[in-house]
């Protein structure tokens, strides 16, 4: 049974950035786009161990602070090398003022 | 670190195996404290320098160019050549690498035909390439692990001047691109390219061996030497600037650490070389954020330079204080020019820096 868990604030991530989530001895990203959504991805990159909270986003992608590798943080898809690998992605909702994630 | 034993620079063997077993591949590496606000500023995409630098180095390259053609057969045609050779093999070393990490230009498939163009002018296979550049990031010089170690230890001096012409880059680049033309990778190009990726490399160099056998197959029908001069020909008389500038990247600071203000140099530069050189003369800045574009490299510079090693002030500067090293080097190996690392910075791991210097005293 997946839990729906409480990651932060919406005002603690700024419009169009990234804050780190770490939960369960796991770590994610919490995303919010210029469009005013939220979205969570594991933290961290699939090619090399680097967290993605450290990385930019410009509208619908994250890049990887160590090698410039990009995602599409909605849909988890790799963009390229040198990632190759998508990124596991999770539900998101927000209940009062709060952005929930669902863990599996 | 690496104490009496002999460097290994293969990607497959003992170095390796010690970098690997001692905690130095794929390590956490130091990152001087910047504000996230502040960094994401630096961090900021945008078109217009890149295309306003991109249009200026093309507009040279076609201008000197044309120049060298019009004056073909005299003396004239020297000078248009010289300059034509620098921009093309020496300024596409700097946009191969720009457009690879993907900081050059905001349009993403602006950044891939620039890095496509710049691969192929430096008889570079696009792909191997790209990977690896990723390891030299993640294992910077780290013997075993990085395939971008441009002078190993001891020094070959004589190998080092001569890359000043090119030769032994064209002499190496051009039979790779042919070995991968028929499917053959190195197992040291194996342990970076993933499998999935590597036919991509093979089909990558098919594409670059097809043009240059037509810009042979050219200069035969008009019986000229003109398009090899203009293709492939400044891989050979044009690749001095990139090999001023980019030497002083590592070259003899400490191998085997994972700090960036110790393994790489930041050199002031005039405006020219830097143009060439897209601003990679901070190095340490890029190093230790490789997500900041070139042109946003001075202002990282200005913000942390504080917890940096003092800059050489010139290249002439650097090069007379790595000489003396290169040639202790020479006896003995182990020797490097330790950084220091002002008062106010924060020390990181110091102990991949410390090594028994008194045998070079000897």
Request: charged fraction near 20%; aromatic fraction near 12%; proline fraction near 6%.
């Amino acid at each position: 049974m997946a839990d729906w868990v409480e990651a932060c604030a919406v005002d603690d991530v700024d419009e169009e950035d990234v804050i780190r989530f770490d939960h369960g001895g796991r770590s994610f990203a919490i995303y919010r786009s210029p469009d005013d959504e939220f979205f969570a991805t594991d933290g961290f990159c699939t090619h090399e161990k680097a967290h993605l909270a450290d990385g930019l986003v410009m509208d619908d992608i994250i890049e990887c602070p160590k090698h410039n590798g990009r995602f599409n943080y909605k849909t988890g898809q790799a963009k390229g090398a040198p990632v190759c690998v998508n990124l596991q992605i999770y539900p998101v909702k927000v209940e009062a003022g709060k952005v929930m994630i669902q863990i599996a | 670190m690496a104490g009496k034993v002999k460097r290994d620079y293969s990607l497959v063997g003992e170095s390796t195996r010690i970098a690997i077993e001692t905690g130095l591949a794929s390590a956490e590496w130091y990152h001087t404290d910047v504000p996230r606000k502040t960094m994401k500023e630096l961090m900021q995409r945008s078109d217009s320098p890149a295309i306003r630098d991109t249009a200026i180095w093309l507009a040279a390259i076609l201008g000197s160019a044309a120049g060298g053609v019009y004056f073909w057969g005299t003396w004239w045609c020297v000078p248009f050549f010289l300059a034509y050779g620098v921009l093309y093999a020496s300024a596409s070393d700097s946009r191969w690498h720009e457009c690879g990490h993907g900081t050059a230009f905001r349009t993403r498939w602006i950044n891939d035909v620039v890095y496509q163009i710049a691969s192929f002018m430096l008889m570079r296979n696009p792909v191997t390439w790209r990977w690896s550049h990723a390891r030299h990031h993640t294992d910077t010089i780290i013997v075993g692990r990085d395939a971008e170690i441009a002078v190993m230890r001891p020094p070959d001096l004589l190998r080092t001047a001569l890359a000043f012409t090119g030769i032994l880059d064209f002499r190496y680049s051009l039979p790779a691109l042919v070995r991968q033309a028929f499917g053959k990778l190195t197992p040291d190009e194996k342990s970076y390219v993933p499998e999935m990726e590597q036919h991509k490399a093979v089909i990558a160099a098919r594409w670059h061996i097809a043009i240059y056998i037509a810009t042979i197959a050219l200069a035969v029908f008009v019986h000229s030497w003109i398009p090899l001069v203009l293709v492939g020909g400044p891989r050979l008389y044009g690749t001095w600037h990139m090999v001023l500038t980019g030497l002083l990247q590592h070259i003899g600071l400490a191998d085997n650490v994972v700090d960036h203000r110790l393994n790489s140099r930041t050199v002031y530069m005039n405006p020219i070389s830097r143009f060439i050189y897209w601003n990679m003369n901070y190095h340490v800045e890029h190093h230790m954020f490789p997500m900041v574009p070139y042109h946003a490299l001075p202002r990282l510079h200005e913000l942390i330079k504080h917890d940096l090693p003092e800059p050489n002030p010139s290249m002439w500067h650097a090069y007379r204080e790595v000489w003396p090293v290169l040639l202790r080097q020479l006896k003995y190996e182990d020797y490097f020019l330790k950084r220091e690392l002002p008062p106010t910075a924060r020390p990181y791991r110091g102990e991949f820096h410390e090594v028994n210097m008194s045998a070079a005293a000897e």
